[in-house]
């Protein structure tokens, strides 16, 4: 079915070099670069993945973006987890519609917007409160203002304890999610699993410890590693650069024994 392109939405404009610029049409308003400027009435209306030519010649391809572009675009305060984690932790914490998720460290939204868009029902614990509003402006700028009704974010510190049980997972991005462990252990339902995004190996290597003397079973932790590949033509080669490290994804499940 066609959509054309509203006044109110966000676009994606990607030149001849495949830089992305992102962008909210407005009707009378003006995208401009070093190769002139696109007017916003040139593009509402039209379909996605047409290409229009600024008033100096440059020529842009228009999209809506994904959620992974929007996640690198996006207003941020904190540093975001990259989108190469993001989807692993969708399927390390068996995420589903429905679930009753407890995200703590929510940052600037990139992981909620990420759990929401999986069906899942997020409470947030954040300590910052310029963090904690732009995440609900951020997911309700990207999903729209009806995801708020699953999000309910909280100024406060998971270390001192969760509030309600029965959550089905627990996700945390914290400097110490070993801390968590054991008010993970009183939150969570039989079964439940707790996913913690951590930067440094050492601090992945304390929660281990911290599971291994504590009531959750199963841990492990990877690393993704994300390369590209320069095709074209015959010439087919690894890329120059990739996504290396980002952070290690630790996960458990609780068990009654």
């Not at 209306?45 to 996640?71: H, M, N, Q, S």
Request: glycine share 10%; net charge negative.
């Amino acid at each position: 079915m066609s959509r054309p392109l509203e006044a109110g939405e966000r676009v994606l404009l990607l030149d001849s070099k495949q830089r992305r610029y992102l962008v909210t049409l407005e009707a009378g308003g003006e995208f401009h670069t070093h190769s002139g400027y696109i007017p916003h009435d040139q593009l509402i209306g039209k379909e996605e993945g047409v290409t229009v030519a600024a008033t100096r010649g440059g020529k842009y391809r228009v999209i809506r973006p994904t959620l992974a572009d929007f996640v690198l675009k996006m207003p941020r305060g904190a540093q975001v987890i990259y989108p190469k984690d993001l989807g692993p932790i969708l399927m390390l914490a068996d995420i589903f519609p429905g679930a009753r998720v407890l995200e703590s460290g929510i940052g600037s939204g990139a992981l909620s917007m990420t759990l929401l868009r999986a069906g899942a029902e997020v409470t947030g614990y954040e300590l910052r409160a310029d963090f904690a509003a732009r995440a609900r402006r951020n997911v309700e700028s990207f999903l729209g203002p009806e995801y708020l009704e699953r999000y309910h974010v909280e100024e406060r510190d998971c270390y001192e304890g969760i509030d309600g049980t029965d959550f089905d997972r627990v996700v945390l991005d914290l400097p110490e999610p070993w801390q968590v462990v054991p008010h993970a252990e009183k939150a969570l339902r039989p079964g439940g699993i707790l996913v913690a995004y951590t930067p440094s190996i050492t601090q992945a290597s304390t929660l281990r410890a911290r599971l291994a003397d504590s009531a959750f079973a199963f841990a492990d932790t990877v690393e993704v590693l994300q390369r590209g590949w320069h095709i074209e033509g015959q010439a087919v080669r690894p890329d120059h650069r990739m996504v290396g490290h980002t952070g290690f994804l630790t996960h458990a499940r609780l068990v009654l024994d």
